[in-house]
């Protein structure tokens, strides 16, 4: 008897069609490994929320080891995919979430060492005993009354910009035809680089206060990763009990450009421009109106109060 099934939500449009390879390479694997499999396509944005949810209310149930085989929840897609499916689980911590990336940056992916191998990535699955806590960020937004759970970062200021302007550009669906969705996102680091001005931000943790008037980007993280595998702190773990904050100033376009390559090659850190501690609790300031993101989904364009804390869920890694 197989010790689990396998349930998997799959967003085909992940990775601006990656995922349907990756689906692919996933089916044939599987059948040659004669594991039994279902899988759940999201149809829609935000699909695979409701796909979660029924299957919370169907099949999922809490890690044990006398259910055979158990029903494993997997996802096949995107960072933006296993977000929406965590936050659906928030109240369900012990459901372990396996995980096959499928997407164009795959950061949690990287965060945890997982392979980006489909059949790397199926393997660990496979070989698994049982489902490990990993870290995530839980994130209250005062002003929109929300929590979210984070899996990779938090970002106000630059990157959110660069986001939201990639996404509402007029050629990002064409090029994501193409499978060159990734374009889209360097003409709008290009285009968001010199506009995105200086803003004011507050950190304060148990122990101590900070307040900075020329915030350019600021990323509180769970790993080292955005982007796309730039490492924002090289020092930051899923596994370690602690939330990581850079902040990096305003500064000019040279300077800019010679923080690029240092944060290229991780020796970012010790500049004068860039603000970097950890905590176990946060909370953030952002008083005027900017652009912020969690795991690459823009939250809005608005002044945020952001509590942050640490919690623990299960994945099957």
């Known amino acids: ?96 979430i396996a995980y096959i990336p499928g997407g164009s940056g795959n950061d949690f992916a ?13 393997d660990r699955i496979l070989f698994a005993k049982e489902p490990q806590p990993v870290n995530m960020i839980r994130a209250w937004f005062k002003e929109q009354d929300e929590v979210r759970f984070i899996l990779n970062n938090i970002g106000i200021g630059l990157d959110a910009n660069i986001v939201s302007t990639a ?36 950190f304060k943790t148990d122990q101590q206060s900070f307040h900075f008037d020329q915030g350019y980007l600021c990323s509180i993280t ?24 850079v902040l990096v100033e305003k500064v000019n376009v040279l300077e800019i450009i010679y923080l690029a390559v240092r944060i290229l090659s991780k020796t970012h850190l010790t500049s004068k421009y860039i603000h970097h501690f950890k905590t176990t609790n946060l909370e ?15 939250v809005g364009e608005e002044s945020y109060t952001i509590s942050c804390e640490l919690t623990k869920r299960l994945f099957w890694i």
Do not use: C
């Open 222 to 245: 769970n790993h080292p990763y955005f982007g796309g595998g730039v490492a924002i702190d090289p020092t930051a773990s899923p596994f370690n009990d602690e939330i990581s904050i």
């Open 284 to 298: 953030v300031t952002s008083p005027s109106d900017q652009f912020a993101q969690t795991d690459g989904e823009i």
């Open 1 to 96: 008897m197989n010790r689990f099934t396998l349930h998997i939500v799959v967003n085909t449009q992940a990775g601006s069609g990656n995922a349907k390879k990756v689906l692919t390479t996933t089916e044939n694997y599987l059948k040659e490994k004669e594991i039994t499999y279902t899988t759940y396509f999201t149809e829609y944005a935000g699909h695979e929320k409701k796909i979660t949810s029924d299957l919370l209310d169907t099949l999922l149930i809490d890690w044990n080891h006398s259910t055979k085989p158990f029903p494993l929840l997997v996802v096949l897609g995107g960072d933006g995919t296993l977000h929406e499916v965590i936050n659906v689980l928030q109240s369900y911590p012990n459901i372990p």
């Open 167 to 202: 996404n509402h550009s007029k050629t990002k669906r064409f090029l994501n035809k193409l499978h060159l969705g990734s374009l889209s996102y360097l003409a709008a680091i290009f285009k968001v680089v010199r506009k995105q001005k200086a803003f004011p931000i507050s």
């Open 110 to 122: 990287r965060g945890i060492s997982l392979s980006r191998k489909t059949k790397e990535a199926i």
